[in-house]
């Protein structure tokens, strides 16, 4: 998907028809769901532009509306005080963002880079990744700096396609707190990974201490899905959306996940 360019028409329109967040709005849900519409909105304006065709809208809006799923209720008192996720500034500053950033950046669709030019980067992240880690080992492994700085790495690891490395750092995360955002990633993680009954297992660990967690019951569905148990992810999936509200915008990608088992 094209990005617009700031300064240009393009950004000229995104800016036009982006959907911020509003001073009342002081939940992250609220956040999550305003960036819903934001994204949504570009979609359609890429397919209405000839930039994306119906097969490839239709996949984007799908993983729009998994990430939305899996969003928390609400970070509320976790995210005040200069937020939850700061703590990339405290233990790496600049270096941590600009990796998170390019490692969110990458897209397929645009013209390999000179070899030169990513082993350069390659190189840089590595440093940026062992620079993350020796903060962490210096760092209270139980404290809230030590579980988002985790969170993080296992973030970068995710994105580079370290599945098992990426696990390992959710772990850590969780070893200090129970947490459910967490614990959807892990589980994410292992689903990636092709690790059915072990996502299978930490999952009926995680919900029962959040059990109105949409993330978990989604992803205990999925888990479902992937051991080859399509009676029980229907099952798990239909509660989910007798209890989400009409409006939910990811009401159509469980539904098109249920159309699709077996």
């Known amino acids: 998907m094209a990005a617009a360019r700031p300064g240009g028409r393009g950004g000229a329109a995104a800016a036009r028809h982006r959907v911020l967040p509003t001073p009342a709005a002081r939940g992250r849900r609220e956040a999550d769901l305003a960036l819903y519409r934001s994204q949504m909105a570009e979609l359609d304006r890429e397919r209405e532009a000839g930039r994306l065709d119906a097969a490839a809208h239709r996949a984007a809006t799908l993983e729009v509306q998994r990430r939305l799923v899996l969003a928390p209720e609400d970070a509320g008192a976790r995210t005040s005080r200069g937020g939850r996720w700061t703590v990339g500034g405290l233990l790496v500053a600049v270096p941590a963002l600009a990796l998170g ?14 070899h030169a030019l990513r082993q350069q980067i ?27 700085g985790y969170v993080l790495l296992g973030n970068a690891e995710r994105g580079r396609g370290n599945l098992g490395a990426a696990a390992e750092a959710y772990r850590r995360a969780l070893a200090g707190r129970f947490d459910p955002e967490v614990a959807g990633q892990l589980a994410q ?17 995680a919900l029962p201490r959040a059990p109105e967690s949409i993330g978990l019951r989604f992803l205990t569905g999925q888990a479902e899905a992937r051991a080859g148990r399509p009676e029980n ?8 959306i007798a209890d989400a509200p009409a409006e939910a915008p990811w009401r159509a990608m469980i539904e098109r996940r249920m159309a699709d088992l077996p």
């Open 101 to 114: 950033l390019y490692l969110a950046s990458g897209r397929p669709s645009m013209p390999s880079a000179p």
């Open 122 to 148: 390659a190189s840089r992240d590595e440093e940026m990744l062992a620079l993350l880690r020796s903060r962490l080992a210096a760092i209270d492994p139980a404290s809230e700096q030590a579980q988002q």
């Open 189 to 205: 993680v292992l689903l990636e990974d092709g690790k059915v009954e072990e996502a299978t297992r930490m999952l009926a660990d």
């Open 233 to 240: 992810a229907r099952r798990l999936w239909q509660a989910l």
